[in-house]
């Protein structure tokens, strides 16, 4: 069974501009996590998408988007990119439940320069 | 508020050596409880985790984990470390009622051969 994917693997852009990143589950998984790993603030958790909706959400900025299809295939957004948004961004998925572990894709890695 | 610690930023061990990383958790009365390893460039793997039962958990790679709900831990511990055991490795606790990981810092492994 193929793992969790993550497209595109590096990523460099600008300040100000938008970037939008996507993440393909594990077959039969429907819950998609989004998280932000930096050296200076850790994994820290951005949203979860189930069935299409947003069930949970971390603390950061309204910059920060995502959106579930009805394939479970997850995209995050950013808009007006900051150099503090630098980071590897992990995406998880998992069956359904809180008793589900979650599997992680390889990462997204963000250059704002 | 709702945290995870891990106390050790980095730990050399001798490659034979047993090995064992803290973690304390703070959100639940019965807590559900992970440990990931992180290679470099790469997303996490699920090393072991801990929803009820035995608090002895057997994981992969050799690992294991006992909780300890008197001292609010969840230590890891292998008996003898290999060269490729080199990497960091989180500890991470299921918040949000369920939908997202909290995870703690991080520990750097390093193994001297």
């Known amino acids: 069974k193929a793992g969790v994917t993550q497209t595109p693997r590096y990523l460099i852009k600008t300040r100000g501009q938008q970037v939008t990143l996507s993440c393909s589950p594990i077959?039969?998984?429907?819950?998609v996590s989004w998280y932000q790993q930096t050296p200076g603030q850790g994994l820290q958790f951005l949203f979860e998408?189930?069935?299409?909706?947003?069930?949970n959400k971390g603390n950061f900025p309204g910059r920060f988007s995502g959106r579930q299809f009805s394939n479970s295939r997850s995209e995050m957004n950013v808009s007006t990119l900051e150099l503090g948004d630098s980071a590897l961004y992990l995406c998880?998925?998992?069956?359904?439940?809180?008793?589900?572990?979650?599997?992680f894709g390889p990462g997204t890695r963000l250059t704002v320069t | 508020a709702q945290s995870v610690t891990q106390p050790d930023i980095h730990i050399t061990v001798s490659e034979g050596a047993s090995l064992e990383l803290r973690c304390n958790y703070s959100?639940?009365?019965?807590?559900?409880l992970f440990w990931y390893v992180q290679s470099p460039g790469q997303g996490l793997q699920l090393l072991l985790k801990?929803?009820?039962?035995?608090?002895l958990v057997q994981g992969i790679k050799g690992f294991e984990a006992e909780f300890k709900r008197s001292q609010s831990s969840f230590n890891l511990r292998k008996p003898s470390v290999h060269w490729s055991d080199a990497a960091e490795y989180f500890c991470?606790?299921?918040?949000?009622?369920?939908?997202?990981?909290?995870f703690g810092t991080g520990t750097q492994l390093k193994v001297e051969l």
């Open positions: 998408y189930f069935s299409e909706t947003q069930r």
């Open positions: 998880a998925s998992r069956k359904t439940g809180t008793l589900d572990e979650q599997y």
């Open positions: 959100y639940g009365a019965t807590p559900y």
């Open positions: 991470g606790e299921v918040t949000g009622g369920g939908n997202k990981l909290t």
């Open positions: 801990y929803f009820s039962g035995d608090t």
């Open positions: 077959s039969g998984h429907r819950s």
